[in-house]
């Protein structure tokens, strides 16, 4: 367990021996515990063994940032953790390897951690620690098992995954699509600090329903913030989302009955100055390009998604790995555009 700065700069030392693609991250947070959420541990492993580097005991973490912005390693459904390094750190290794990915591209359809440790290994990962408050300090005994657990195995099974991909001529395959979702990790935080209140479903919102949404998202957000707990304690946003649509639609907006006095209280003060917005205050609608469907367009729409299947079927793949459903739809709408918008390998195989 690496706790002080000296401890650091000797991790760094090992850590700028490996080779590139050598190396395994892992991270945990305390989001299921606090308002913001923070990157309490960070596990790491090569070829030597296995490390844990304590961030909240660490002043300075400038040694393991200049590390990982070079870096070259293996995480397992890295999404998440791409999106912790970014508000922790604001950078993120120079490319991601993902188990993950590897796993879908050969063909699994259980691709977690556990699954896949328990197909190359036997070994049945426990999971009773995963809603663990990991800010705790200090950190029990059994945690920092199960912390390691999740990297013990990553490196050899990365082995195994690679050599399975080059077997079947898909390793190509998988350094594309690795390289892709890092950068589309980097959109999906520059676009989500703009806007936070802007969350899944609103997309048909009018500005008046916007409005709503942003003026309660915040009310929220600072309720969350004076219990410290994360914001869903507060209320889902199926919430948010079901009384912003009341108000787009001029009806009423209620609180829950489960909202206790005083909260209710401050919810009905947020909708008041909800009403007192005026209309150019209202958030704008986002720009989205928008096609205009001919009639044949579910006619071609239905044999680009029969040639997917198809080919999916022959690869023993998900269909969504050929091709998603919304790039079919850019396909039919636009044959050229959608087509190179795709991956090389995902475009070379819809048009063979």
């Not at 950068?183 to 008046?208: A, M, N, V, Y």
Request: with cysteine.
């Amino acid at each position: 367990m690496i706790t002080d700065s000296q401890a650091l700069y000797e991790w760094k030392q090992r850590a700028a021996r490996q080779k590139p693609g050598r190396t395994v991250l892992d991270l945990e947070a305390d989001s299921l515990h606090r308002h913001r959420e923070k990157l309490c541990l960070i596990q790491y492993a090569d070829a030597e063994g296995v490390m844990v580097i304590d961030p909240l005991a660490i002043e300075d973490m400038s040694l393991f940032t200049l590390w990982l912005q070079e870096a070259e390693v293996w995480m397992h459904g890295a999404d998440y953790d791409m999106s912790l390094l970014q508000r922790a750190y604001g950078i993120l290794p120079r490319m991601i390897l993902d188990t993950q990915i590897a796993a879908r591209l050969l063909g699994f359809r259980q691709f977690g951690l556990a699954a896949l440790v328990e197909h190359y290994y036997g070994v049945v990962l426990s999971k009773k620690n995963q809603k663990a408050d990991w800010g705790r300090r200090p950190i029990p005994a059994e945690l920092q098992d199960y912390a390691r657990g999740d990297v013990k195995y990553m490196l050899e099974m990365a082995d195994k995954l690679v050599a399975e991909l080059r077997e079947l001529g898909r390793y190509e395959w998988f350094l594309e699509s690795c390289a892709c979702n890092l950068r589309h990790g980097k959109e999906r935080h520059l676009s989500g600090s703009q806007d936070p209140w802007r969350i899944k479903g609103c997309g048909k919102f009018t500005r008046r329903g916007l409005a709503a949404l942003k003026t309660l998202w915040y009310w929220r957000d600072r309720e969350a913030e004076c219990i410290d707990r994360p914001a869903f304690m507060v209320c889902s946003n199926d919430d948010l989302l079901r009384w912003s649509l009341a108000l787009q639609e001029f009806r009423s907006a209620h609180p829950n009955r489960s909202m206790h006095n005083q909260r209710a209280l401050r919810f009905r003060k947020a909708v008041e100055r909800f009403h007192l917005l005026d209309e150019e205050e209202y958030p704008t609608l986002p720009t989205h390009t928008r096609y205009e469907h001919d009639a044949s367009f579910e006619t071609r729409l239905e044999y680009w998604q029969t040639k997917r299947n198809s080919i999916a079927d022959a690869l023993a793949l998900e269909n969504t790995i050929v091709a998603t459903r919304a790039q079919l739809e850019h396909i039919a709408t636009n044959e050229e555009k959608g087509l190179a918008d795709m991956m090389s390998w995902q475009r070379e195989l819809l048009t063979r």
